[in-house]
């Protein structure tokens, strides 16, 4: 099956700074790659998704690229500021439809 | 926000208890989803159902039993649960089984 890893685990930059998290995936059938965010006792939101037809996607300050030759994927976020600071998770569904998610990344933004 | 609602919020039961949770979706999605998220571990799809039917179990124990009696309420009902269930229950829909998924509040679970 899908094995998603997701690095790093916490992150930790400065208010105006850019963050960059990235997973990785074993299946290269895997087809569509969304990223949530978690902010503290709250549940996850989409904020950003990739097909696997697309090799990046932008809205606003965020980013997501998809390499699926190397099978990443990438989330860029930039002008980072405070209320960005949450744990941020990457999910990719494989050609079953299933889903299967990252461990997770705690983004911490310094004010 | 109010999109998917899930009740209660908190839950504190013993071992010997059964208890339900339930999932309610207002978004006229056809596809609900049960996840468990524990500490320090990825989140984990327990239950799947597309148009009410069960699509997906995944290998989680027989003492959560999921019930989709329309596509717009999921249950997930609780019996003979062991300290290490203690987690937060997460209900998502989307609107077909292979779209964005939208997460309800979760409940959070602890057995004592």
């Known amino acids: 099956g899908e094995n998603v890893e997701q690095h790093p685990s916490t992150l930790s930059v400065q208010e105006g700074d850019s963050a960059v998290i990235k997973c990785t995936y074993s299946d290269s059938a895997s087809n569509y790659f969304p990223w949530y965010k978690q902010e503290l006792g709250k549940r996850p939101q989409l904020i950003i998704d990739?097909?696997?037809?697309?090799g990046e996607k932008k809205d606003q300050r965020i980013a997501v690229t998809l390499n699926k030759t190397a099978k990443h994927f990438s989330l860029h976020i930039t002008e980072t500021q405070p209320e960005d600071s949450a744990v941020y998770f990457c999910?990719?569904?494989?050609?079953?439809?299933?889903?299967?998610f990252g461990s997770g990344t705690k983004l911490n933004v310094k004010p | 926000e109010t999109g998917v609602t899930q009740t209660p919020r908190h839950l504190v039961m013993g071992m010997t208890n059964k208890k339900s949770l339930k999932c309610e979706q207002h978004?006229?999605?056809?596809?609900m989803y049960w996840y468990k998220q524990s500490a320090k571990k990825p989140l984990e799809l327990m239950f799947v159902y597309n148009f009410k039917e069960q699509t997906e179990n995944n290998s989680v124990p027989s003492r959560f039993s999921p019930e989709c009696p329309n596509s717009s309420h999921l249950f997930l009902h609780l019996h003979t649960l062991q300290p290490e269930d203690s987690a937060l229950y997460l209900c998502?829909?989307?609107?077909?089984?292979?779209?964005?998924?939208?997460f309800g509040p979760g409940t959070r679970l602890t057995v004592t």
């Open positions: 998502a829909s989307s609107p077909e089984r292979d779209y964005e998924q939208y």
């Open positions: 999910a990719a569904r494989d050609n079953f439809n299933k889903f299967y």
């Open positions: 990739i097909r696997s037809n697309v």
């Open positions: 978004l006229g999605h056809n596809a």
